[in-house]
């Protein structure tokens, strides 16, 4: 009996020698891009990712919204799904960079000085802009759903809703007592 249990092991080892020999291990260069070259689903889940962050910061600024044809879902050339992917990329830090930088900035900050904090919380008027409820609806109602009241958003996003009032031409007049302060009526 015992003679048999080390002949098994003897063989059982043998035949693991052999399969273990006859995987081929890559080596050389090759494998190193291999390794550093990123699977086709991550890339597509990259691009993805790097498309919602561009279209939240384009809908934020009331700009129209980048075209995606989706092409990089119908071929599955790892190399072209990365060239898109990177292009989504530059895209995204794009839109974030303009978006953090409104057109009337300097002109938000003095409003906002005179107004009140950012996360002002205290009813009828919310957040540094002091918007009330019908302000809110008719230039960020996206934002009302989303986040509740100007309160809970950014400074960034409050300024991007004041540029839409004021791009509809509403002007500063929302603000008249600090925008005669500012110097902007």
């Known amino acids: ?30 494998a190193v891009q291999r390794a550093q070259m ?17 279209w939240r910061w384009q809908r934020l600024m009331g700009v129209p919204r980048t ?19 990177k292009q989504w990329r530059r895209r995204a830090v794009r839109a ?24 002002d919380a205290w009813d009828p008027y919310w957040g540094g802009l002091q918007m009330d409820r019908t302000f809110m609806r008719q230039y960020a109602p ?3 759903l989303r986040r509740g009241w100007a309160n809970t958003w950014t400074p960034v996003e409050q300024m991007w809703v004041g ?8 002007g500063f007049y929302p603000w008249p007592n600090t925008a005669r302060m500012c110097g902007l009526i």
């Open 1 to 30: 009996m015992r003679r048999q249990l080390v002949g098994l092991l003897i063989l059982a080892a043998l035949l693991f020698g052999l399969a273990g020999a006859s995987i081929d291990v890559p080596s050389g260069r090759a």
């Open 38 to 54: 990123p699977d086709g689903r991550v890339v597509v889940r990259k691009i993805k990712r790097f498309q919602k962050v561009t």
């Open 67 to 85: 075209p995606s044809l989706r092409r990089y879902l119908r071929t599955r050339d790892v190399e072209y799904r990365v060239h898109v992917m």
């Open 96 to 119: 974030k960079r303009r978006a953090h930088n409104p057109p009337h900035e300097r002109e938000w900050r003095c409003l906002q000085s005179h107004e009140g904090p950012w996360r």
């Open 142 to 144: 996206r934002h009302l």
């Open 163 to 170: 540029e839409r009032a004021l791009r509809a031409g509403r």
